[in-house]
């Protein structure tokens, strides 16, 4: 998995680029939200539970389906002012969701693991992408500061910080030069 401070850094970017300019609180709770709760899969260890398992590491919880299931949730649960299916309603879930779709997908682009269960719950078979340039990330965050964490967050500053950046400073100039014209 990229680092937890790598797929809140994607939320947070995503909802630079593209989110309400005068977005309430909730708005970044839920996306930072979203990007990481899916890693709470590795309590399963705790329990037991195997990673190649349904409910393991990279099972369920990574998939679009549940991404669906937890970016409704944190709308009708964070955002319940507005209106059922209205536009503003429509955007936070879909934002939610690709927020959400987007770390199964970043796991996918890691060297490590047993791949992820992108089509969970109708298989738990696990994938990844053909090209894989980002390092897996240790879990747990003493693993983050060794050497291993360092060149892991260094593939991710090339792969997902950089491009991200590049995201929301395209974001903004867009923005600028239509204020501008």
């Known amino acids: 998995m990229p680092s937890v401070i790598t797929h809140a850094a994607v939320a947070v970017a995503a909802g630079l680029?593209?989110?309400?300019?005068?977005a309430p609180s909730q708005f970044w709770t839920a996306s930072i939200a979203c990007s990481v709760l899916p890693d709470m899969d590795i309590l399963a260890f705790s329990f037991?539970?195997?990673?190649?398992?349904?409910?393991?590491?990279?099972?369920?919880?990574?998939?679009?389906?549940?991404a669906m299931i937890l970016s409704l949730l944190m709308?009708?649960?964070?955002?319940?002012?507005l209106e059922f299916f209205s536009k503003q309603w429509f955007f936070f879930l879909i934002f939610f969701f690709l927020v959400e779709a987007s770390h199964g997908l970043l796991d996918a682009f890691t060297n490590g693991g047993l791949g992820v269960a992108l089509l969970s719950p109708f298989?738990?078979?696990?994938?990844?992408?053909?090209?894989?340039?980002?390092?897996?990330?240790?879990?747990?965050i003493q693993g983050l500061f060794s050497k291993w964490g360092l060149m892991v967050l260094k593939t991710e500053l090339l792969w997902v910080w950089l491009p991200c950046s590049l995201?929301?400073?395209?974001?903004?100039?867009s923005g600028w030069l239509t204020r501008k014209g």
């Open 17 to 22: 680029a593209f989110g309400p300019r005068d």
């Open 48 to 66: 037991g539970i195997p990673y190649g398992h349904f409910f393991g590491h990279r099972g369920f919880f990574h998939s679009p389906f549940f």
């Open 75 to 81: 709308v009708i649960l964070l955002f319940n002012h």
């Open 123 to 140: 298989t738990n078979e696990r994938y990844f992408f053909p090209w894989r340039p980002i390092m897996v990330s240790p879990i747990g």
């Open 167 to 173: 995201m929301v400073l395209f974001s903004y100039i």
